[in-house]
């Protein structure tokens, strides 16, 4: 059986076999939470993701179905508490999913740019909060020219 620091070692040497080819290859790991642990599992895998020791985790994420679970300030207070708990010794940016959803009301775009996201994960309602798409420089994709616009 795989442990989680076993895993990443794993990539760790993967990463050092490629960078003697590539020497300028990297990898980098997101680690997700689920939307659907309670709040003592979402701190107790948060708590291991900050606890290996390694270059390549880069950042976590809260992940699944919008629609079906509480938005995102329900997650906030664990991990600000795990935050917390490794302030000083550990940073792993928020990289968070939000704005997939068909509920006009949700907030999580706004939520986790507040919060201080590096990155919002798909983003489809945006539109929603036009003060972080006027501050945010968007990549979009314009089908008809088959080209990049900003």
Not at 30 to 50: C, D, S, T
Not at 76 to 98: C, S
Not at 138 to 148: A, I, Q, S, T, W
Request: with cysteine; net charge negative.
């Amino acid at each position: 059986m795989l442990y989680e620091k076993d895993v990443v070692k794993t990539y760790e040497e993967v990463e050092q076999e490629l960078q003697k080819k590539y020497p300028y290859f990297t990898i980098g790991l997101i680690v997700f939470g689920l939307k659907i642990f309670n709040p003592e599992q979402l701190e107790k895998y948060f708590r291991m993701a900050y606890s290996i020791e390694s270059h390549l985790i880069i950042g976590i994420d809260m992940v699944q179905e919008e629609d079906i679970h509480p938005e995102f300030d329900t997650y906030e207070p664990t991990i600000r508490k795990i935050q917390q708990k490794f302030e000083g010794k550990r940073t792993l940016p928020g990289i968070y999913h939000a704005g997939e959803t068909k509920k006009i009301n949700s907030h999580n775009v706004e939520k986790v740019t507040q919060f201080g996201s590096a990155r919002i994960g798909h983003g489809l309602n945006l539109f929603q909060v036009g003060n972080l798409v006027k501050a945010a420089c968007l990549p979009v994709f314009d089908y008809e020219r088959k080209e990049h616009v900003h």
